[in-house]
């Protein structure tokens, strides 16, 4: 699975393509119970083995790790290949995820990306199908019953992430299909998020018509494992409530209206021209002052502190550009901008008040403060600025 996190918190096993690899503190957990599910069935069969069992039923757990650690380096290298800044890969109780960076995503990136992780399991799980098929029956043993096991894993890890909802990368694929079909993102996730939920109920269906109430462990673990998809369906409905409130917005439709000036321009003349603008009955907002840098060609915003600072007997020798907040070239975007693109054009820009783990309605108000259009005050251009 794919998608952002928190700083991980455990072990940082190495790098692999250039990618981070690290093994949450969560992950002893499941290696426990992944010893005391197996390792007493492994004794029950081996006997001679003793304590050895619950070696190779640990080796199942290393196995497992190891499977979902391919799942998560073909999303992160597969989405690098498509584009996308790929931060780290951590390997936790509920399995795995990559993080990236902010994306311009399409339909069809994301259902690629989706996709290759369980395909990567189902490659596996064939060539230890294989492998036992081919193998003399006689080489059974605890190497073959482990064997067994991680096949089984994989087909189970490599299916199961194929289901259509999400947070499993089959939801993904559903999101996009019906992202490319309506032309809506917020609409994808939505239909993708709600099947999410429907699996989490159809498992719960499952944990009564085969009374898993009888084994503590296995109710636990489904139980968990439906609680998990639940909350990440529920997550997912959230943030797509947001991108279909912004999805209608246009750029210019919140912009505010500036006046441009040269960066050389003494600030006593810029005083002047917004006097002037403003005059004469004018009810609306006060322009903000921008600039173009023509040599770096970067935007700045006067800064209404700097600027006050400015002794009255300074402001005919001190150009405007010394008072302003500069930006890259990156803080404009087209007037025509879809608010859910714009978000995205702002938080793969790097700026601060684009943070992907704070998607709420409030952060987008505050967001829409920061943004106006780069262009004169008489003549509005087609481009909003940061």
Not at 50 to 71: K, R, T
């Amino acid at each position: 699975m794919s998608g952002g996190s928190a700083a991980p918190r455990g072990l940082r096993l190495g790098r692999i393509g250039g990618v981070d690899v690290h093994l949450d503190r969560s992950w002893f957990v499941i290696a426990v119970v992944t010893v005391v599910l197996y390792g007493p069935i492994l004794w029950r069969v081996y006997p001679e083995l003793g304590w050895l069992n619950l070696v190779i039923a640990f080796g199942f757990a290393v196995g497992l790790a190891f499977s979902v650690l391919v799942h998560e380096v073909a999303h992160a290298l597969v989405g690098r290949a498509a584009g996308w800044p790929v931060g780290r890969i951590v390997l936790t109780l509920m399995g795995g995820h990559t993080t990236f960076g902010a994306v311009r995503a399409s339909p069809g990136s994301t259902a690629v990306v989706s996709l290759v992780g369980p395909i990567a399991n189902i490659i596996l799980a064939g060539i230890g199908t294989a492998l036992m098929l081919l193998a003399p029956a006689q080489n059974a043993g605890p190497g073959w019953a482990l064997l067994q096991l991680l096949v089984f894993a994989n087909w189970i890890l490599g299916l199961f992430n194929l289901l259509p909802g999400l947070p499993l990368d089959g939801g993904r694929v559903v999101e996009a299909i019906v992202w490319r079909l309506t032309g809506s993102e917020s609409k994808g996730t939505t239909v993708a998020a709600w099947s999410g939920r429907g699996l989490a109920a159809l498992i719960v269906v499952w944990i009564v018509w085969q009374r898993l109430w009888s084994s503590p462990i296995t109710l636990l673990i489904t139980l968990m494992i439906a609680a998990f998809i639940f909350m990440g369906a529920s997550q997912a409905l959230k943030q797509a409530k947001v991108l279909g409130r912004v999805h209608p917005l246009r750029a210019a439709s919140i912009a505010r209206p500036a006046l441009e000036f040269s960066p050389d321009l003494p600030l006593s003349l810029v005083d002047s021209s917004v006097l002037a603008a403003t005059s004469q009955g004018y009810s609306g907002w006060t322009p903000d002052v921008v600039a173009r840098d023509a040599a770096s060609g970067h935007l700045g915003v006067l800064s209404p502190q700097r600027a006050a600072a400015v002794p009255t007997d300074l402001r005919g020798s001190t150009p405007v550009g010394n008072v302003m907040e500069w930006a890259p070239t990156e803080a404009s975007a087209p007037a025509d901008e879809r608010g859910d693109d714009l978000l995205r054009h702002l938080e793969i820009n790097g700026f601060p008040c684009c943070s992907s783990s704070i998607l709420t309605a409030p952060w987008w108000a505050w967001c829409t403060t920061r943004i106006w259009p780069a262009t004169s005050w008489a003549d509005e251009d087609s481009h909003a600025s940061r």
